[in-house]
């Protein structure tokens, strides 16, 4: 198969994250027989420096003409850098916005994984992150709350400000589906988080899920409401194989098992649209102190990569290679600096990558 990817390395880590992460992939590609184009595209602080804006017309089409689009971090110093003296829809981050609106990316894809061999770090105690967990949290990213109508007026001298909450059928339908899709490569079960015992909206999202789950006999659908299901993430995390929720939740759900893993150097992300293109990017920010020192841990990245092989080029062979590999660095003791412990070999980033690309079969 041939695989026209676009990289965006972006600003602080991620041309050294990047790096890796096309080393590893290079690597999947050569041992199963596969060929790779990678085009790169500037976005965020580094298409400021050069053009101008964060985003240009020119690199939205050369992300809407590949396969998919792999991403390491947009951003700086919020304080120190330049760039965040200029107006809001000029600063880094507005570029990331722009590409998942032109790219319609309405799925947002959160692994949280706990690792055997990273479970020292998990803040749980050790009776419940012994038993580990492995979850991907399906967030809807395009509607809700978030993207209501707004306004703040006054009324009889008292300001008052109103956010709308909407979904149509025809958007809980599609995130739905997507999520049964992924639950379908994993353990087949859905978790359907909501506030259906307040919300009107979450009462259709229920009803619309449990339509297209007639269409997945071989998963299983569970409900939760979502005070529960923030419980649960603490209190029993390996209940869960594929959690699907609107945009409010899944923002605050998804951050909260982020957290239970202990390590943000390790966790990947995808946004998907009604196609199988995806942008993946790993769930830490730029690290603008650690740039050029090659130190990062490039590991969320490669694991964003293997997500892409998976999810946009329905190569789970491939994907699964990577993981294992991954798996494999980290009980033989290898770790870079942000997930080093006692007794571990300390690596660097580009050593991570060559090690995981020796894994790789």
């Known amino acids: 198969m041939e695989l026209h990817i676009v990289c965006i390395p972006g600003d602080g880590i991620g041309p050294e994250i990047i790096r890796e992460a096309k080393k590893i992939l290079e690597k999947t590609a050569d041992v199963y027989g596969h060929k790779i184009l990678f085009q790169d595209i500037l976005m965020g602080g580094a298409s400021i420096d050069v053009h101008g804006v964060p985003l240009t017309e020119e690199a939205v089409a050369d992300a809407k003409a590949a396969d998919a689009v792999l991403m390491g971090s947009i951003g700086g110093d919020t304080t120190t850098s330049p760039w965040y003296q200029l107006p809001p829809d000029r600063r880094p981050e507005a570029g990331l916005l722009a590409l998942r609106k032109s790219l319609n990316l309405f799925a947002n894809l959160r692994p949280a994984v706990l690792y055997e061999e990273l479970a020292g770090a998990c803040p749980l105690k050790e009776e419940i992150s012994s038993a580990g967990f492995d979850m991907v949290i399906v967030r809807e990213l395009t509607g809700g709350l978030y993207f209501g109508e ?159 092989l998976r999810y946009s080029f329905n190569l789970d062979k491939e994907a699964q290679a990577i993981e294992n590999a991954v798996k494999q660095v980290l009980s033989e003791g290898y770790r870079t600096q942000d997930i080093m412990s006692q007794g571990m070999t300390l690596t660097s980033c580009s050593e991570m990558g060559d090690l995981l690309a020796e894994r790789i079969r």
């Open 150 to 308: 707004r306004k703040t007026i006054e009324e009889n001298g008292i300001r008052k400000a109103i956010d709308t909450l909407t979904y149509d059928e025809n958007e809980i339908r599609r995130i739905a589906v997507k999520g049964f899709e992924i639950a379908r490569k994993r353990r087949k079960k859905v978790t359907s988080v909501d506030k259906a015992n307040v919300l009107d909206s979450s009462r259709l999202w229920r009803s619309v899920t449990k339509e297209v789950a007639e269409d997945y006999p071989d998963v299983t659908l569970e409900h939760m409401l979502v005070d529960n299901c923030a419980m649960q993430l603490v209190k029993n995390p390996a209940q869960f194989d594929v959690i699907l929720t609107e945009n409010m939740f899944g923002d605050i759900l998804s951050d909260e098992a982020s957290m239970v893993t202990g390590s943000i150097g390790m966790l990947a992300s995808a946004s998907l649209n009604d196609s199988s293109f995806g942008l993946y990017e790993p769930s830490h920010g730029s690290a603008p102190d650690i740039a050029g020192k090659n130190i990062a841990n490039p590991i969320a990245t490669i694991l964003s990569a293997a997500m892409m």
